[in-house]
């Protein structure tokens, strides 16, 4: 015979039934409405790169950019837009503090650089502005093999940072034509590079870096020569050896004489050079709201 107690045990429990037939509802709801919820790593991409962009640089590059893969492609192109310059000049402190916690930082925002540059989006870029510290000799040739196709350089550091780590990797960019640069810099760049027409110098050029505009740079055709400092004669030396000009600026450009830097007007000699020049821009001293403080009958 069963006992009382077996058959109870057989008996449905219709609880138990009511709950699985909650569940299975519940499970139906959810299938039908996955297709309206938007997953993380599915967010609209600029969106997502717009957001990114009021955040800090450490959450970027510590946090943020290890939750997917797309998310890492935004990080990407917070940090370096799809466009043709690429620009390092931004994370100074980043690249070059020495601190044990800055070297941390300055690892991984070099990884960051290295994700970039394997990416196709890096094939656009043909102009690099490179920061005011020295990177290490692997950075410069590091960059240099994934942008063969350089043709415009940004140098924001003196001669003596300049030499040793750009002899590796000049050959690189053979079709390098355009270089800004401070005045201390053109006769290294001129031995690196003898093929470029577009020069923009910053600060104060001297006498002998003239002598070396006038005479290594063959091909020169575009010369700015904005807001920087000359001496006495350096115009006339480069106007004298550079007979093929055809851009010329000397917008807000003082002179230096004994030590005192002022705004001069040209004399009649300097300004019949120029004159030979297509295209000859030059600011009114006297008249000029950035040189009228300093301008000197």
């Known amino acids: 015979m069963v006992s009382e107690k077996s058959l109870k045990r057989a008996e449905p429990d219709w609880r138990l039934k009511k709950c699985a037939k909650r569940n299975v509802v519940a499970k139906v709801d959810e299938e039908s409405d996955s297709h309206l919820i938007r997953r993380w790593e599915e967010m609209n991409h ?36 799809p466009q043709d310059v690429f620009s390092l000049s931004d994370f100074p402190l980043l690249l070059g503090s020495s601190s044990y916690n800055r070297r941390v930082q300055r690892r991984r925002f070099w990884r960051m650089v290295e994700l970039h540059l394997n990416r196709d989006q890096a094939r656009l870029h043909t102009k690099l502005v490179l ?45 390098l034509v355009e270089v800004e640069c401070f005045g201390s810099c053109v006769k290294i760049v001129s031995e690196l590079w003898n093929q470029i027409h577009t020069l923009r110098l910053l600060g104060e050029v001297q006498v002998t870096d003239a002598v070396v505009i ?70 009114e001293m006297r008249n000029c709201r950035y040189c009228y403080k300093s301008y000197s009958l």
Not at 55 to 66: A, K, N, P, R, W
Not at 147 to 154: A, D, E, K, V
Not at 253 to 258: F, G, P, Q, S, Y
Request: with cysteine.
């Open 214 to 283: 006038a005479r290594n740079f063959p091909r020169l055709t575009h010369l700015s020569l904005k807001k920087c400092t000359l001496m006495d004669n350096a115009l006339s030396l480069i106007l004298e050896g550079q007979k093929n000009l055809i851009y010329l600026d000397t917008t807000h450009a003082l002179l230096r004489e004994k030590n005192v830097c002022w705004a001069k007007d040209w004399d009649e000699d300097l300004l019949l050079k120029a004159s030979r020049v297509t295209q000859y821009l030059r600011c």
């Open 131 to 175: 920061p005011c510290i020295r990177l290490n000799k692997y950075g410069y040739l590091y960059i240099a093999k994934r942008l063969p196709s350089l043709r415009s350089l940004s140098l924001h550091m003196d001669s003596l940072r300049l030499r040793r780590p750009f002899l590796s990797v000049a050959s690189y960019w053979k079709g």
């Open 46 to 81: 600029e969106i997502l790169v717009s957001i990114m962009k009021r955040l800090g640089v450490l959450d970027l590059i510590f946090s943020i950019c290890f939750v997917c893969k797309s998310w890492l492609d935004a990080t990407l192109d917070t940090f370096f837009p």
